[in-house]
């Protein structure tokens, strides 16, 4: 028997809906990176080497079988054999959380306005945290799902793992910056990491029993993402060009140039150089208001109204508009009263310059 819905017995279904993802929109801090540099030997920099990798791989070598999001699959087996258990994840992510201004009450906003959803590559003990702080309920959340104490690791491959981290931690960090889709010659530096690295996850870690954890826990990546949202549109039946997906991070670009293609919300906020480049809408702002008085106009009027929006972003226009909510308008100017947060639109002329600047906002609003 069907479900009754009131709203289709009404003559009224959505026509919108929203996802979003976590960093740098809910939380300002790096769950994963905290993590490691509580568990692991010389945590911070394993994790910012292991990133980096991932990122390399996937978007300048573009090797064939090169995914971006696998780095909570590459630090998994890591953490285990430091004797990271699931309770103490789960406590660690809750003390470390640092929730966005305001975060909880905009996504109570965007869950009464319309369907909310958020897809993430965070493990499940961070989701659960960021949900309990924002008042989000996490089944409707996708996630990297792992149980910690469901991994079996041998005293031997532990010894093992640790090992291999210092091997990590005594690499030197890449600092070349690179461009999307723009070929380019890799410095010595990146060819040793890359090299160190292929060796661990691609022989020494497959030598042994542990490399199981990788091979079947579920990491949510850049693909993930895209297929969530194409698996969302057949439950919901709500078209590409009706969502509006907020993200960020480098794993967010699939998604965000799925939306920006079918003529739905792209919102970049405080996203990384990648993430601009695969939006129509790039946010900074460390109060997330912001993103709710958009998403608002986004379900009233659609794309265009947002352009409007956007292009005439001055606070006496504000002020002086006839919003749908003046409420969630009014809190937005208040909790901004001296600057108004950075809001563009991303065109081909401007995408250089507002990709740069807003990945230097990013890395310094995520800086620990």
Known sequence: MNEYDPLAESGLTNDKQVVCSCKGFLQHNNSARDLCQRFISKGDRFY??????????????????GRSGNVMRFIAPFLKAFGITDYAAMRHCSESLKPMPEAKRVMGHLMETMPTF?????????????????????????????????C?????????????????????????????????KLQQDEVDMIRALDEIFNVRLRELQASTIMRDMRAVGANEKAYFLIDLRKRTEIDFEGTAFIGGDITDIHALDTIQDRGGLAMSFNGCDFA??????????????????LA?????EGIEAVFDLVGDWTRERLERKDFSDPYLMKAMLASNPKKLPEVHIVTRDNTDEIAKKSDAYRKKLLRP
């Open 296 to 300: 608002q106009e986004f379900y009233n």
């Open 118 to 150: 958020m897809t993430t590559t965070s493990y499940e003990h961070n989701v659960l945290s960021v949900c309990e702080a924002v008042g989000f309920p996490a089944a409707m959340a996708d996630f990297t799902n792992l149980s910690f104490d469901d």
């Open 152 to 184: 079996r690791m041998s005293k031997e491959d532990a010894k093992a793992v640790r090992e291999m981290a210092r091997t990590v931690t005594g690499l030197r960090m890449p600092l070349q910056e690179y461009e999307l889709d723009v070929p380019v």
């Open 276 to 293: 601009v480049r695969k939006s129509n809408v790039a946010v900074m702002s460390r109060d997330c208001t912001v993103a709710a008085v």
């Open 48 to 65: 910012d080497l292991v990133a980096r990798y991932d990122d390399v791989v996937a978007y300048v070598l573009n090797r064939s079988d």
